[in-house]
């Protein structure tokens, strides 16, 4: 059932009452925000501060970790409760989703990576991870893209010759590529990080959203922040 507005607020009550747990998704690994531990287990900046807020909510949350692209479409149809890992806020996501205070400041600046001899974006084949706000960007400024579902799999295709750039929040994946290089710098503007919930989802946010102020306020965000940012 497509999770909004009354249906929301409804549902989050049941589940509250039935004592079920809220479901945070995020995909991982996605360092530093989100990495995974030698056991499996979700770990990094988004876990610590998911956790927390839980603490201080009161709620008991269990973590799933998803695909990218799933995330929206799955808290829209109320497979999860909670999407974060990252998550830019954008005027187009906040037509589909509503976010929590934001918590973080992303960089605007993103990087597009190839090989030396690798044409400028306008007359290149552009890989992207599916449903990324880079992904949006390329599609906006007319881009020949090429969407993948990871992010090893966009840089792969610039790896193997089936793309010529490679464009996302690909630091830690690409440093590992000695063969491709930050070639080109392209500008895509977001309102910070936060965490998003299905839309009319008023309790869940508030809980949330409280939790999260009260952590900037005592200077928990900060710290958890210096720890893993």
Not at 144 to 152: I, R
Request: overall charge negative; proline content about 6%; aromatic content about 8%.
């Amino acid at each position: 059932m497509a999770c909004s507005g009354a249906i929301a607020a409804a549902g989050l009550a049941l589940t509250l009452a039935a004592g079920e747990p809220v479901i945070f998704a995020t995909e991982a690994p996605f360092p530093p925000y989100t990495i995974l531990t030698e056991a499996g287990e979700i770990a990094g900046f988004e876990r610590e501060v998911g956790d927390e807020v839980c603490a201080r909510a009161r709620l008991r949350c269990v973590w799933q970790n998803v695909q990218f692209d799933r995330l929206v479409p799955g808290v829209m149809a109320g497979e999860f409760d909670v999407i974060l890992g990252g998550f830019a806020v954008t005027p187009e996501r906040m037509a589909l989703v509503d976010f929590t205070l934001p918590y973080n400041e992303s960089s605007d600046i993103d990087v597009l990576y190839g090989r030396s001899d690798a044409p400028a974006p306008a007359a290149a084949r552009v890989a992207v991870q599916s449903g990324t706000i880079q992904e949006a960007h390329a599609r906006k400024m007319g881009w020949d893209v090429q969407a993948f579902g990871t992010p090893a799999a966009a840089l792969d295709a610039v790896r193997q010759g089936r793309a010529d750039l490679a464009f996302g929040a690909f630091d830690t994946e690409a440093a590992a590529l000695p063969d491709l290089q930050p070639l080109y710098e392209e500008e895509v503007p977001d309102m910070g990080t936060a965490m998003a919930v299905c839309r009319g989802n008023a309790g869940l946010l508030t809980q949330l959203d409280a939790a999260l102020q009260a952590m900037l306020d005592d200077g928990t965000i900060d710290e958890i922040t210096a720890r893993w940012l």
